[in-house]
């Protein structure tokens, strides 16, 4: 089965740093997503890691470690407009690539 | 930039009536998927449909669902007999090569069950 564990929500105040963690437990792993998605849009591509190790994208970082089933999502130098859902996916092995999402982090950012 | 386009933006329709929703992938693409998300609740996969056929479904997607590609540019989603519970957003995703991994995302059709 597949299991993908994240908060809920959190809150961060503009200019700050905040980590969004990600515990998950499936079959056939083959890749983690993150995805970005404001109310009532759709999802928006932000990272994907495959090996361990820690991938940088600007002011957004991802970061996994396949044996511990656990990743991360750093944000850096938080803007109002970060305020958002930030859904952990798991890309499933196999040519057709399954993806299951977790339930999201809602983040807010404050000033 | 390409992006996958979707239509109606909104759908309302009455309990037990069929739907069609219905979204363009990315030209090139050759691996096409839908999901939906009631709201509040987590983006969940239905489909995957590649080489004109179904490649994977879950659960969710039982008899009343069905896809097609029906005319190398188009990709609709039917919904036979509409139940309260279908309400939803329903995105259409799309990607292009095997070795690709990045799923496009449509904007979304938001579906309306009454």
């Known amino acids: 089965g597949q299991n993908i564990d994240q908060p809920t929500e959190m809150t961060a105040t503009e200019g700050a740093i905040v980590q969004i963690n990600c515990t998950y437990q499936?079959?056939?792993?083959?890749?983690l997503f993150w995805y970005q998605q404001h109310a009532g849009e759709a999802p928006t591509f932000l990272s994907y890691?495959?090996?361990?190790g820690l991938e940088e994208k600007g002011r957004f970082s991802s970061f996994l470690s396949r044996s511990k089933g656990y990743s991360y999502l750093l944000l850096k130098e938080l803007q109002m407009k970060d305020s958002a859902s930030y859904l952990c996916a798991v890309r499933h092995s196999g040519g057709y690539q399954k993806v299951t999402f977790g339930t999201g982090t809602k983040l807010q950012v404050i000033p | 930039e390409p992006e996958v386009t979707q239509t109606p933006s909104h759908q309302v329709t009455q309990m037990g009536q069929e739907v069609i929703l219905r979204c363009v992938p990315i030209?090139?693409?050759?691996?096409f998927y839908w999901y939906r998300q009631i709201l509040g609740q987590k983006v969940e996969f239905l489909v995957s449909f590649y080489n004109n056929e179904i490649s994977e479904k879950s659960e969710i997607f039982d008899d009343q669902f069905s896809v097609e590609r029906p005319d190398g540019s188009n990709f609709t989603l039917k919904i036979r007999s509409t139940k309260l519970e279908d309400s939803a957003m329903y995105f259409c995703a799309s990607r292009g090569e095997v070795s690709s991994y990045e799923q496009y995302f449509g904007p979304g059709t938001r579906l309306t069950v009454t």
């Open positions: 030209s090139n693409h050759l691996y």
């Open positions: 499936t079959s056939g792993f083959n890749g």
């Open positions: 890691n495959v090996l361990d």
